[in-house]
């Protein structure tokens, strides 16, 4: 089993900027990726960014938040992070994070972040 909790939101103010964390602890050893997702009241869970490690490649959901987020991990520690810049309203949501192997997802409980004024 593995374990995510996730850190780092709260209320910003539009433009502002947030670092999500996510500490991963339990049996890590083969998670090789981590993703986040958003999720907005009575939605799906929605993909945002991630870091796939069998590809060593950083994905993002689209275009509208490229140079805006950033996915990044430190394996070593059992890490990730989401770094989100120049904060509007419309990224209020829940994130969460998600870690992975071949075979196994798991799921943190999120962070709620608020971009308000």
């Known amino acids: 089993q593995v374990q995510l909790v996730e850190s780092g939101g709260g209320l910003v103010r539009p433009g502002g900027t947030l670092r999500l964390s996510c500490v991963a602890s339990g049996s890590i050893w083969d998670m090789d990726s981590m993703y986040w997702y958003r999720q907005p009241p009575g939605q799906q869970r929605a993909f945002v960014a991630g870091?796939?490690?069998?590809?060593?490649?950083?994905?993002l959901s689209h275009d509208s938040v490229k140079g805006r987020v950033t996915a990044s991990r430190d394996p070593a520690k059992g890490r990730g992070y989401l770094l989100m810049t120049d904060l509007t309203p419309a990224d209020t949501d829940v994130y969460f994070c998600?870690?992975?192997?071949?075979?196994?997802?798991?799921w943190g409980q999120g962070t709620q972040v608020t971009v308000s004024s």
């Open positions: 870091v796939n490690g069998r590809t060593r490649s950083n994905q």
């Open positions: 998600n870690a992975q192997s071949n075979t196994d997802s798991f």
